[in-house]
């Protein structure tokens, strides 16, 4: 069974630039999830999709921070305009249902550097 | 609202010792709890869950925790530390119910160095 893709696995911006990060869940996976984290500290949760709606969006900065599952499948986050604060780790990850029992599997992440 | 705090942010070990992470969680409903594994550049890996079923819980690698719900911990261990445990180790707490089911919040983790 393959596991969660993200893409690109690194990246470097100017601070004020955007990005784009890519993610696909498991394949049959209705429940997504971008998390951050910082060095040194936990992932935090950004936003959860079941299918192609938002479950809970609380923790995105929505002034900067979108993200989309068009096709309750495959998402993207984007970050419009990157500040240094948001050099992170951003992981993705799947699950088959909502609810905490479900075990979410992570994707390897993609480290964003902000200079 | 929930919250999980792990006591010790590196713990060290001999190989062949016992290993012990404590982790302490804030709940308001029965919780799901997870202990996470991260080794460098590589991806979170479930190491075990509790999920209100038995309260010592089994997982890969050798490695159990057990709930105990009149102290709130929820602390990792293994009787016998090999090098390749070296790695960052997270406890998770979630919700199984209401808005916030299945957001895992996260401790801040505890990095776990193994000596020869």
């Known amino acids: 069974e393959a596991g969660v893709a993200q893409s690109p696995r690194y990246k470097i911006i100017e601070k004020r630039q955007s990005v784009a990060f890519w993610c696909n869940p498991i394949s049959g996976h209705a429940t997504l999830y971008w998390y951050q984290q910082i060095l040194g500290q936990g992932p935090k949760l950004l936003i959860q999709f079941q299918n192609n709606g938002v479950v809970d969006d609380s923790q995105l900065p929505k002034d900067r921070f979108s993200a989309e599952r068009l096709k309750g499948v495959d998402s993207t986050l984007k970050i419009q305009p990157a500040k240094l604060e948001d050099s992170a780790v951003y992981l993705c990850?799947?699950?088959?249902?909502?609810?905490?029992?479900?075990?979410?599997?992570f994707g390897p992440g993609t480290r964003l550097t902000v200079t | 609202a929930q919250s999980v705090t792990q006591l010790d942010s590196h713990v060290s070990v001999s190989e062949g010792t016992p290993v012990l992470l404590r982790c302490n969680y804030s709940s308001s409903y029965s919780p799901s709890l997870f202990w996470y594994v991260q080794h460098p550049n590589k991806g979170l890996q479930l190491l075990l869950k509790y999920t209100s079923a038995a309260t010592l819980v089994k997982g890969i690698n050798g490695f159990e925790a057990e709930f105990k719900k009149s102290e709130t911990s929820f602390h990792l261990t293994k009787p016998s530390a090999h090098m390749s445990d070296a790695a960052e180790y997270f406890c998770?707490?979630?919700?199984?119910?209401?808005?916030?089911?299945?957001?895992?919040?996260f401790g801040k983790g505890t990095k776990l160095s193994v000596k020869p």
């Open positions: 990850a799947s699950s088959n249902g909502l609810a905490g029992f479900y075990e979410q599997y």
């Open positions: 998770v707490v979630t919700s199984n119910y209401g808005g916030s089911q299945g957001n895992l919040i």
